[in-house]
């Protein structure tokens, strides 16, 4: 598959555990936020997004918690499994969606 | 059948060579994009487009150009390709749904510069 991400910041955690993926946006305007999921060898794929009038979303075992006053923005993963080891990017948004600025990504490796 | 697909997959061309990466998408949506990701760098916005009348710069667009040919086709030139456009290449379209803006991204191009 496509190499990606060859010196990202990594997380590595043993299945069943729970993961915390962390992401320090730039901008104060930013007013949406979503978290990408990519597999070796494939596109990124949409995971969970929020807009700024929140500070909380959950979906199926993943939850994003946005605190707009230090500009951080992180992604939980319940119960993390081997399918869960990929490269995570958060993105975000100064005009809801138009466009993204994406951030560096980290790579989350699931540990048996 | 892929929502996205890109063509070609694979690409190695010289120094100063026109090369033309092509996207299409029959998600019917009307807002497409062009990316490339270098290693550590995440993504970074080349061109997108809200219409076939519409095109954007985005953060790196010199070296590049585009063409919305269709609503279904947004394809992206580099007019004398250089070896630092060495890089993944990926198409993605949106459009609001449910208040969501979320992108769909194709498989992606590798394109080597030599």
């Known amino acids: 598959g496509e190499s990606v991400g060859l010196h990202l910041p990594t997380l590595s955690v043993q299945e069943g555990d729970n993961s915390i993926i962390n992401c320090a946006y730039s901008?104060?305007?930013?007013?949406?936020f979503i978290w990408y999921k990519q597999e070796s060898g494939k596109g990124p794929q949409f995971i969970i997004d929020?807009?700024?009038?929140?500070d909380k979303r959950q979906g199926q075992r993943v939850t994003v918690l946005l605190n707009k006053t230090v500009k951080h923005l992180s992604l939980q993963i319940a119960a993390t499994q081997p399918g869960d080891s990929a490269v995570y990017f958060c993105?975000?948004?100064?005009?809801?969606?138009?466009?993204?600025?994406f951030g560096p990504g980290t790579r989350l490796s699931v540990l048996p | 059948d892929a929502d996205v697909t890109q063509t070609p997959r694979n690409r190695i061309t010289k120094t100063g060579k026109r090369i033309m990466l092509e996207c299409s998408q029959t998600?019917?949506?009307?807002?497409m994009y062009w990316y490339r990701q270098d290693p550590g760098l995440g993504l970074r916005l080349i061109y997108y487009?809200?219409?076939?009348?519409?095109?954007n710069k985005g953060e790196i667009s010199d070296g590049y150009s585009v063409s919305r040919q269709a609503q279904a086709k947004f394809s992206l030139s580099l007019e004398s390709a250089i070896p630092n456009q060495t890089a993944l290449y990926f198409c993605?379209?949106?459009?609001?749904?449910?208040?969501?803006?979320?992108?769909?991204f194709g498989p992606g191009t590798r394109l080597t510069v030599t």
């Open positions: 993605a379209t949106s459009a609001r749904d449910r208040g969501s803006y979320e992108q769909y």
């Open positions: 901008n104060s305007a930013s007013d949406y």
């Open positions: 929020i807009r700024s009038n929140m």
């Open positions: 993105a975000e948004s100064a005009n809801y969606g138009q466009n993204f600025v």
């Open positions: 998600k019917g949506h009307d807002r």
């Open positions: 487009s809200f219409d076939v009348k519409d095109i």
